[in-house]
Nanobody, 117 residues
Framework: QVQLVESGGGLVQPGGSLRLSCAASGFIFSNYGMIWYRQAPGKERELVAAITSAGTSTNYADSVKGRFTISRDNAKNTVYLQMNSLKPEDTAVYYC??????????WGQGTQVTVSS
């Protein structure tokens, strides 16, 4: 059974930091790239960051480049998103997902990030 469990969200002031985690199970984690998405109220879901299966290559949305860092620990079946210099426009529910086509239907419950003073 495929499971993706996101955690680490919360309320943070502008300029603050958070580290999100996503624990994966039910598939061979180290075989697949992983992606963080986010969805803000009233907006479409957008890709935030992606990482290859071995963690050797990453990509970021222009809006988060230089502030967010995606990483993974294949021994722990976990992908992370370190978010620094947070802005109110980063407020969203954050989700992790595998980039494999057969895993496309599987989403976690997400973790809420709220950036506000």
């Amino acid at each position: 059974q495929v499971q993706l469990v996101e955690s680490g969200g919360g309320l943070v002031q502008p300029g603050g930091s958070l580290r999100l985690s996503c624990a994966a199970s039910g598939f061979i984690f180290s075989n697949y790239g992983m992606i963080w998405y986010r969805q803000a109220p009233g907006k479409e879901r957008e890709l935030v960051a992606a990482i290859t299966s071995a963690g050797t290559s990453t990509n970021y949305a222009d809006s988060v480049k230089g502030r967010f860092t995606i990483s993974r620990d294949n021994a722990k079946n976990t992908v992370y998103l370190q978010m620094n210099s947070l802005k109110p426009e980063d407020t969203a529910v954050y989700y992790c997902k595998s980039d494999a086509s057969w895993l496309r239907p599987y989403w976690g419950q997400g973790t809420q990030v709220t950036v506000s003073s």
